[in-house]
């Protein structure tokens, strides 16, 4: 494993939370939201529970927003319930080759379902198994989407 890789599974374990509650998600998305606001581009916002596909907080920073950004939000939050981690560190562990990716997993027809870009994070918590909750930032680089998402939850909860 790269150290690149090395760095972004460390950061992806690194975000536990205490507790994870629809106030949290509410404090997470608008942070965001705040954050996100001063750039023109418009972007989606998405906080859903993991084992309910039930939204907690979804909203758009712009008007100009896409139905085909909703398309990238689902695609970005299979990912991360079926792998358990960032999807930039699936975009970064496959170097962008979404060629590789369907093949070492034997996607077939259903890789279309998925997505390797940066901008979808599992939210965990202290003494819970597995992924709680799935936040994503669509609109931006994939690595800004990423990026914006990290900042933010250290910022609250670090």
């Not at 202290?126 to 900042?151: M, P």
């Amino acid at each position: 494993m790269s150290q690149k890789l090395e760095s972004i599974a460390y950061i992806d374990k690194s975000l536990v939370f205490e507790h994870f509650t629809t106030d949290d998600a509410w404090e997470l998305g608008s942070a965001l939201r705040n954050r996100l606001l001063p750039i023109a581009t418009p972007v989606v916002i998405n906080i859903s529970l993991a084992n309910q596909n039930q939204t907690l907080f979804h909203t758009c920073t712009h008007s100009g927003v896409m139905p085909d950004n909703d398309s990238w939000v689902s695609r970005k939050r299979k990912t991360v319930l079926r792998w358990g981690c960032s999807t930039w560190y699936m975009h970064c562990k496959f170097d962008g080759d979404e060629v590789a990716f369907r093949e070492k997993y034997g996607l077939g027809n259903s890789a279309g379902e998925y997505a390797i870009h940066g901008g979808g994070v599992p939210i965990r918590v202290t003494g819970v198994e597995g992924v709680v909750a799935v936040v994503v930032v669509s609109g931006l680089k994939q690595n800004e989407d990423h990026g914006v998402i990290v900042e933010v939850i250290r910022e609250l909860y670090y």
